[in-house]
Every structure is written in structure tokens, then in C-alpha cells.
């Protein structure tokens, strides 16, 4: 059986600014490469001996950009955001109950691609048997930015879920460091439609429900599928670590070394470029500097002996942010005095 990939697409654009905003968000824009993240995401599951033809969900704001970055695909559009696990169920709902879901984000980085159709292959043998699972990722420090899976008795080759932690305070990521047994959480998840959907009906049954209503009231346009706006719309927001696999029995983890990102801030764009082997995109001149990072579709940056920078130049906004305070930056996104 194929693997059914659905890729999700969105975001608010904030934790990038100014080069992604709400319009046009950071899946769809070229930060590592000549390809944006959500056609890198889609590259990941090109292998038609292995991945069905993608499904794409996301919000009417976003069409134009998947119809021009997209090849063959089927869509889903949201006619609101309400998170992860509304969106996923949507697909779910959409798809014969046996089939095994790749639930990926659009806005992650992976660079090797390889490791990842290992980890998804393995995945994929333990939803078959039941399982919900998630990939996890084998922590190389102690990250503050990203929740942490703690991996429980072995399951085949990966691990029963033992429990999901959140972003940690700098010590106890450590402690979670030396441990061993503690994962970065992916977000990205493989399991069977139909058992995703009992799961959340008994967890989230209200939830269930008004997908179910969506999906059953609404309409079909050539390969875009338009769930019903009112159901729809009633949902509460909620991601699907928190509606389902923090509280099914059957959560498992499968642990990938495969050079993965979130992309959740300058700084991690940053890293992401370091392990390429450069930081510096556009016009930029550094002079003894040390892990700076220079971004302009315009003039030409010059810097000399900074350290722990991050200089962006978009249009007529300049941003320039201490490598370890880009995870506030959303803060000056959404100041309308700037």
C-alpha cells in the first residue's frame, strides 16, 4: 500500500519577519536553496513506487501560492486556521479508513532525505499494527525551542511513547541530553485514517463530529476539496499533540537522524545555513566577523567584527537581532508603530 502523504501549509509569518508575513508565509518562500521549504517537503515525497500523490491543505489565503509551487497534488482548503489536528482529521476524513497518512509539515527543513523514507518505512510498519507514531529526532544539544518525546519500552524498531515534555528551561534540556531516552519532537506523524479518527472521536468527540460535518457537507471543484465553512468554523483550535497523541495508548516513536529543522526562528535558519556551509545570502561583505548571518534582496550589507548577529533586508524594513534573542522577533511583527 502507498503512503499517503498530506502536507500542511500555513503559519502567521511572524517568526521570520520581515521576510515572511501572514500573505506569505515561510513554506513558501526560498530560505535554503532554489526551492522553498513547501517544494522541498513535496520533493521528499516524489517516489511514486513509495508516496501516493500528495494532499495539501491550507487556508484560502495560501491557494495562489500552492498552485504555483505545486505539481500534481489534490487540496484541501481550510476555510479557517484551527490547528493541527482539525486539519489532519480533515484528511483523514477524506481518505479510505485502511490508508497510512504521512502528516508533514510544510515549513521544515531535512537534509537528508534518505534517513527521512527510512524513518517514514519504519513508521510506517508500526501504524500498520496499530500504532500512532511520531518521528522524533536524536538531540546533538540541549534545545530550549523544541517540545521532547521520551521514548518508553522498545516497540519493534522504535519505541512505545513513554510521555511528550514541552520546550524546557536550559537545565532540565540538558538533563534530557545525558539521559538518552529524550527525542525532539518532529511534528510529523504517520498513522491509519480510520484509527486516527476513532482515536479522536473518543478523545475529542465534538471535534470529530464537526469534521465529519465538514467534510460531509462539502463540495468537490476539480482536485480542490471545500469543507463546510460552519462546521468547520466551530472547531476549537487545538494541535493534534495535544487532542490525541498525548492521551492515546497507542503513541509510539521513531527515532531519525536525518539533519532536521523547524526553521522556527532566524537563529535556526542560521544553523540550517552553518551546516551547508555558509550564512550569507544576497549583497553581503563580512569582515572579520563570526557567525553572522546576512539576508538582503537589496542593498549590500557590509559588517566587520560582529559576533552572534543576524542582519535582514527586505524591501524598506532592516532587521538586525542578536543570534539568541531571534526567538522574540514575532514581537516586532506585530508592532504596527515600527
Known amino acids: 500500500m502507498l503512503i499517503q502523504p498530506v502536507i500542511l501549509c500555513g503559519g502567521s509569518g511572524t517568526r521570520l519577519w520581515p521576510v515572511s508575513t501572514p500573505e506569505k508565509p515561510k513554506p513558501f518562500l526560498q530560505l535554503l536553496g532554489e526551492r522553498t521549504l513547501f517544494q522541498q517537503a513535496l520533493d521528499r515525497v516524489a517516489d511514486r513506487s513509495l508516496f501516493a500523490t500528495p494532499l495539501v491543505v491550507a487556508g484560502e489565503a495560501h491557494r495562489q501560492w500552492v498552485a504555483e509551487q505545486a505539481g500534481n497534488h489534490a487540496l484541501i482548503v481550510e476555510p479557517c486556521a484551527r490547528n493541527t ?11 479510505d479508513p485502511e490508508t497510512l497518512m504521512l502528516a508533514c509539515p510544510s515549513d521544515h527543513y531535512i537534509a537528508d532525505e534518505s534517513a527521512f523514507r527510512d524513518a517514514v518505512h519504519t513508521a510506517s510498519e508500526l501504524a500498520a499494527d496499530g500504532n500512532l507514531v511520531s518521528l522524533g529526532i536524536e538531540p546533538d544539544r540541549p534545545e530550549t525551542g523544541y517540545g521532547y518525546i521520551e521514548r518508553g519500552e522498545v516497540l519493534g524498531a522504535g519505541h512505545r511513547t513513554a510521555r511528550f515534555v514541552e520546550k524546557p528551561d536550559e537545565a ?18 504517520v498513522f491509519r485514517a480510520g484509527q486516527l479518527l476513532d482515536e479522536l472521536a473518543q478523545f475529542r468527540p465534538e471535534m470529530a463530529e464537526l469534521v465529519r460535518s465538514a467534510v460531509e457537507e462539502g463540495r468537490e471543484k476539480g482536485d480542490t476539496f471545500l469543507p463546510a465553512e460552519a462546521s468547520f468554523s466551530a472547531i476549537a483550535a487545538e494541535s493534534i499533540d495535544y487532542a490525541l497523541m498525548e492521551n492515546t495508548r497507542h503513541a509510539a516513536v521513531v527515532t531519525a537522524d536525518m539533519g532536521w529543522s523547524d526553521i522556527g526562528s532566524w537563529k535556526a535558519l542560521m544553523d540550517a545555513h552553518e551546516s551547508k556551509g555558509g550564512a550569507a545570502s544576497g549583497n ?9 548571518m546576512v539576508r538582503s534582496n537589496g542593498p549590500r550589507v557590509s559588517a566587520l567584527g560582529l559576533e552572534d548577529v543576524i542582519i535582514v533586508v527586505e524591501g524598506d524594513e532592516v532587521l538586525v537581532v542578536a543570534r539568541d534573542a531571534a526567538e522574540k522577533i514575532g514581537s516586532l511583527a506585530g508592532d504596527e508603530s515600527r
Open 172 to 189: 532540565t534540556a540538558a538533563a534530557y541530553l545525558a539521559d538518552g531516552n529524550f527525542v525532539w519532537n518532529a511534528g510529523i506523524f
Open 85 to 95: 489536528a482539525p486539519a489532519i482529521a480533515l484528511a483523514a476524513a477524506r481518505l
Open 284 to 292: 553581503a561583505r563580512l569582515v572579520d566577523c563570526k557567525r553572522v
